[in-house]
C-alpha cells in the first residue's frame, strides 16, 4: 500500500504551507494526524483550531481536561496519547494515585 510522503513546508502548495502555518501556530510543531491533514488545507486548519479550543481555551480547568483525555486514551488503549497526557496531567498537578487509578482502569480513591 502506498504511503504518503511526511510533509515540508516547501514541498506543499500554497494552501497547504498556509495550513502548516496554521498548525504550527496553534501547536508549534506538526505531527501526528496534521502531518496527513496537510494535505487537506481546510479540514487541517478546523480540526487544528478545535484541537487547539478543547486542548488550551476551553472553561474546563486544565486538570480535568487532561483526565478526560486520558480516560479516553486509555479506553482505546493509545499508548501514544497515553505516555503523552501523563507527563502533561502531572504537570498539572493530577495526583499520581488518579493516573494510576485511569491506568488500571478503576475507580480512584479521592
Request: glycine residues 10%; contains cysteine.
Amino acid at each position: 500500500m502506498a504511503r504518503l510522503e511526511l510533509p515540508t513546508r516547501e514541498k506543499l502548495d500554497l494552501p497547504g504551507q498556509g495550513a502548516w502555518d496554521h498548525v504550527m501556530g496553534n501547536r508549534g510543531h506538526i505531527g501526528g494526524p496534521f502531518t496527513v491533514l496537510v494535505h487537506s488545507s481546510d479540514l487541517c486548519k478546523r480540526v487544528s483550531d478545535v484541537g487547539a479550543y478543547l486542548r488550551f481555551e476551553s472553561a474546563l480547568d486544565v486538570g480535568l481536561r487532561t483526565i478526560a483525555v486520558m480516560m479516553t486514551a486509555r479506553e482505546f488503549n493509545c499508548r501514544f496519547e497515553w505516555a503523552g497526557w501523563t507527563k502533561q496531567a502531572r504537570e498539572a498537578g493530577v495526583a499520581e494515585s488518579i493516573i494510576e487509578a485511569i491506568r488500571d482502569r478503576r475507580t480512584p480513591d479521592v
